[in-house]
């Protein structure tokens, strides 16, 4: 490696080899290496102590080779994590194929292995009384436009409330209350239509008259259960990241919910069966898909429910739960709507099905509203968050504190 003197240009912005290992996510000695093969110039620094890089020629290198190493001077960009693995199209749970844990168990069984490995035939989650009185005070104090990610946001806050050992972190006693926490989660959501059910029923069909007024026959309230299963966790999403940051700051599991679902508010992550939902239901009633796809592709906008970034082919929880659809008669109508989306999509690009458009099939059948995809995935994912923070309450605390890489005006700067 070369370096040519410093440029009499003292307003270029420049960058010392550490700033530009950090910028680049790669070690110092990768700086030089790029030097060396010519992807990157540098010039000595003054009084030759080490060399300085150009911010923008560094930038232009990163995105061109979008290449990211672990800092040992950060925090920890890679988790270890015994929970998900996705590969090769495929999606196990602890090394066991979900799709076959949706098929063979309830959703409060596989929650509970995932937690303790230990599977229990026939465990139900019960809410405390007096928990869920005071979630449900809260949520009914809400304006009657609320969704339901705001209820249970809220629910959470005043379950947390009602706890005041919440602050122990030892497995007991998080699982105690996570056990609590999701059927207050569901009780506290108003009842659609009906009588909500009795105590000491499953947890599928506790949300189903939360979801739609439309009584529960056993082959829907199956793929219900199968996705609340099937959404349980799926590695490292947004909304996990945020919940293991938070247990990483040893917060209660409580607030590692409430991060979670913080993240949920946003619209990339969670809510993306609500579009699929909306889709599909203009397809059924206009009666054939390709129009609303036309629609959707002359207007420049994604088609929601297709293409996901951690699968090449169909997504293997859609493909689950359209199998346990084809059960479900009245879902016949929505079942062919969906495969006429992909089928039309597949025209101009192979994108395949997700749990998304799985999901929106089970509420347009069903009666249900736009929003109660997120629904599930909100009260399901519970599980996961919670599983999550058990590993993190087992790492070291606040590790996960990745450094800025700072792009404002070098210092000095003259006093504003």
């Given at each position: ?326 059960d479900v008669p009245q879902a016949a109508g929505a079942l062919a709507a969906a495969r006429e989306v992909v089928a039309t999509t597949a025209r101009h690009a192979p994108l395949h099905a997700t749990i998304d458009l799985a999901l929106a099939v089970l509420s347009v059948a069903c009666g249900m509203a736009a929003e109660a995809g997120e629904t599930v995935f909100a009260v399901s994912r519970t599980a996961g968050w919670i599983a ?29």
């Open positions: 490696m070369t370096d040519q003197p410093e440029p009499g240009h003292p307003d270029a912005p420049r960058l010392t080899t550490r700033e530009a290992a950090e910028l680049l996510g790669v070690k110092p000695e990768t700086v030089y290496a790029y030097v060396s093969r010519g992807q990157l110039s540098s010039v000595r620094a003054a009084g030759g102590r080490g060399s300085t890089f150009d911010a923008e020629e560094v930038r232009a290198l990163a995105r061109r080779s979008g290449r990211r190493e672990p800092s040992p001077a950060g925090g920890d960009l890679v988790f270890r994590t015994g929970i998900t693995l996705i590969e090769e199209d495929r999606y196990y749970l602890r090394g066991v194929d979900a799709t076959e844990l949706a098929r063979r168990h309830s959703y409060e069984e596989v929650a509970e292995w995932l937690w303790t490995g230990e599977l229990r035939p026939g465990v139900r989650f019960e809410a405390p009384p007096e928990t869920l009185a005071a979630a449900r005070r809260t949520v009914g104090a809400l304006p009657a436009h609320s969704g339901s990610t705001d209820r249970l946001r809220v629910a959470v806050t005043a379950a947390a409330a009602t706890d005041p050992l919440r602050f122990d972190l030892s497995p007991k006693a998080v699982l105690s209350s996570a056990r609590s926490l999701i059927p207050t989660l569901v009780g506290a959501l108003p009842v659609v239509g009906g009588a909500s059910e009795a105590p000491g029923v499953s947890l599928a069909r506790q949300l189903w008259p939360r979801l739609t007024a439309r009584p529960a026959d056993t082959q829907a309230l199956a793929v219900l259960d199968a996705a609340l299963v099937l959404l349980i966790d799926h590695d490292l999403a947004a909304s996990t990241l945020a919940a293991r940051v938070a247990a990483s700051a040893h917060a209660h599991p409580y607030a590692v919910v409430s991060a979670g679902l913080g993240v949920l508010e946003g619209p990339l992550h969670g809510a993306a069966s609500g579009l699929a939902h909306r889709m599909l239901q203009e397809a059924v009633d206009r009666g054939s898909a390709v129009p609303v796809v036309a629609d959707h592709l002359r207007t420049g906008r994604r088609v929601p429910g297709l293409g996901h970034r951690l699968y090449r082919g169909e997504d293997p929880r859609a493909r689950t739960l359209f199998a346990l659809l084809e999550h923070a058990l590993e993190e309450y087992g790492e070291r605390p606040l590790r996960i504190r990745p450094s800025g890489q700072y792009t404002g005006p070098r210092p000095p700067q003259p006093t504003p």
